[in-house]
């Protein structure tokens, strides 16, 4: 069974960054990816940013682009997302998820994602 585990959520000031971080405990495969999603209230969950294990290609959704960096270190099975330049609109709680071997079209989709982590939270007050 894997898990996944979360960590760096918090509360910041709109202006201010987080890492969050995600340690999953399974294998990992090359071709499959490690996405971060997140749901704010009252709202669907939604794509954030993915990557793959083998060649680190890197998705992310347009919203976040050029404020939010996601990378990999294979060593450890760790998945980072670096928040900068907060929002409040980015105020929700982001979960990790993990894919099985899957094709890039794949990687901005819930569904494909077969491993989730509990959540961590992230406030961004005005």
């Known amino acids: 069974q894997v898990q996944l585990m979360e960590s760096g959520g918090g509360s910041v000031q709109a202006g201010g960054s987080l890492k969050l971080s995600c340690t999953t405990s399974?294998?990992?495969?090359?071709?499959?990816?490690m996405g971060w999603f997140r749901q704010a209230p009252g709202k669907e969950r939604e794509f954030v940013a993915s990557i793959r294990w083998g060649d680190g290609q890197i998705y992310y959704q347009e919203s976040v682009k050029g404020r939010f960096t996601i990378s990999r270190d294979n060593a450890k099975n760790t998945v980072y997302l670096q928040v900068f330049s907060l929002k409040p609109e980015d105020t929700a709680v982001y979960y990790c998820?993990?894919?099985?071997?899957?094709?890039?079209?794949?990687?901005?989709?819930?569904?494909?994602?077969?491993?989730w982590g509990q959540g961590t939270q992230v406030t961004v007050s005005s």
């Open positions: 399974g294998r990992t495969f090359s071709s499959a990816f």
């Open positions: 998820a993990a894919s099985p071997p899957a094709p890039a079209a794949q990687a901005f989709t819930a569904m494909a994602y077969d491993y």
